[in-house]
């Protein structure tokens, strides 16, 4: 039995003695730290009680939890670095794939391709169709010029197009190639009102014959490839002429003459023009087409504006429709335009041997279309000679073109 005698007194307070027990903690590393700390907060000292009380392991608990999260976080190591590694990943192989580009690239040069071709039928059929009824290449001609003129500038003012800086040295060197660029639409507008036009673009096939002539009065060297490659052409051009249906002197010089007049221009153009390589290919074809409404419309008016109006009337006549008419007219101008600005965006995606390689099988493309169309009677000499002439095209823009790479590729590497 337990007794105590408490008396009290006024001089001394009442005290109570609690003892100390000895706590030996040895932290274990698979404790977790929030039950340390939830047995840390159930044993903290009562704030009441007196400030003799102490609690002597809190201290050596507090160092077990140091040791106890720094031993976890070793065993939980942070999640920055997974992230970064899979950042980097993502960034090595963007998209899921390494085809993204080439993919949209093809997918970009065949709706190129394609719309050169699909402008280039369009143009040749409704060009032939105003012929028939309304013969005045003149005037088609030179509105032709002024849809494209009118078009590009739309494109410079709505800024779809970047338009180059104009100098009064640009103009001058412009001067040239747009005259010829003039003499061979002129031309081959002609010819294409005075014969089929297969036959035409038969003989415009030939135009590398004048090319390499031409050049090689001017300085320029070929090897034996290019001159062996125009025989074809000139065999097949003669032979595809003498069987031809639709066979007129006119057609035939008209279409010569084009092929001088576009071959000049692009000599020309290399020459003159060779200072001038800020601008695009298509900001070039755009002043040239305007300098060549102003060449072209004056000497139109001269030439067959007397005749204008009652061939007008009599145009309307035979078609019926005056909005038919206008139609026609109309999707000449703007597909003449169209294909045109198509071949030059081919040329900047593509090397100069695919380029050429596409534009002798537009050729071949618009020839059979044409054919197709107006049923134009063909005969099996004629059929012969057109493949040997297009055949000798092909050889010619591979020869030619190859040796436009390799002297690029000289260029680069000196």
């Given at each position: ?9 006024s ?36 704030p009441l ?7 002597a ?10 040791k106890?999260?720094?031993f976890?976080g ?5 999640s920055?670095p997974?992230?970064?590694i899979?950042?980097a ?7 899921g ?15 190129v ?9 369009v ?8 012929l ?7 005037l ?5 010029l ?9 494109l410079?003012?709505s800024?779809?197009?970047p ?13 040239g190639?747009?005259?010829f ?17 297969s ?6 096939s030939?135009e ?16 034996i ?44 153009s ?16 755009g ?10 419309f ?5 030439v067959e ?15 019926g ?9 109309l999707?000449s101008g703007?597909f003449y335009?169209?294909?045109?600005q198509?071949s030059?965006?081919?040329?900047d995606?593509i ?9 002798t ?13 107006f049923?134009?009677?063909v005969?099996p ?28 590729e ?5």
């Amino acid at each position: 039995m337990l007794s105590s005698n408490v008396v009290p007194s006024s001089s001394s307070p009442l005290t109570f003695t609690k003892p100390k027990p000895n706590f030996f903690l040895n932290a274990s590393p698979h404790l977790k730290p929030n039950l340390l700390t939830r047995f840390q907060t159930q044993h903290r000292p009562n704030p009441l009680q007196s400030s003799k009380l102490s609690f002597a392991p809190t201290s050596q608990i507090q160092h077990a939890i140091s040791k106890v999260r720094s031993f976890n976080g070793f065993l939980q190591p942070s999640s920055k670095p997974s992230l970064q590694i899979v950042k980097a990943a993502s960034e090595t192989n963007p998209g899921g794939g390494e085809n993204v580009a080439p993919k949209s690239k093809n997918l970009k040069l065949a709706l190129v391709f394609g719309l050169w071709y699909f402008q280039n039928i369009v143009f040749n059929i409704y060009n032939k169709k105003v012929l028939n009824i309304f013969p005045f290449p003149w005037l088609l001609a030179s509105f032709q010029l002024l849809v494209g003129s009118i078009w590009m500038l739309v494109l410079w003012s709505s800024k779809l197009q970047p338009c180059p800086k104009i100098s009064k040295p640009f103009i001058v060197a412009l001067l040239g190639p747009a005259l010829f660029h003039t003499i061979g639409h002129i031309s081959a507008c002609v010819s294409f009102s005075k014969v089929a036009v297969s036959f035409t673009h038969v003989i415009k096939s030939a135009e590398p014959v004048f090319s390499v002539i031409f050049s090689s009065v001017l300085g320029d060297k070929y090897p034996i490839q290019v001159w062996l490659s125009i025989l074809p052409i000139v065999l097949g051009c003669s032979l595809a002429a003498v069987t031809e249906v639709s066979f007129n002197v006119q057609g035939l010089w008209g279409a010569l003459i084009s092929n001088v007049g576009f071959v000049l221009r692009n000599i020309y153009s290399k020459k003159s023009l060779q200072n001038f390589k800020e601008v695009d290919g298509l900001n070039l074809y755009g002043w040239i087409t305007i300098l060549s409404f102003l060449y072209l419309f004056p000497v139109a008016v001269f030439v067959e504006g007397s005749q204008w109006i009652p061939g007008y009337y009599k145009a309307i006549e035979a078609i019926g429709k005056p909005s038919t008419f206008y139609f026609w007219v109309l999707l000449s101008g703007v597909f003449y335009h169209l294909y045109n600005q198509s071949s030059y965006q081919a040329l900047d995606e593509i090397s100069p041997l695919s380029f050429s390689v596409g534009n002798t099988m537009k050729r071949v493309v618009v020839i059979v279309s044409t054919v197709l169309v107006f049923r134009n009677p063909v005969r099996p000499l004629n059929g012969l000679g057109s493949a040997i002439a297009i055949l000798g095209t092909f050889l010619y823009s591979q020869a030619t073109s190859k040796k436009k790479e390799k002297k690029i590729e000289e260029e680069k590497s000196s």
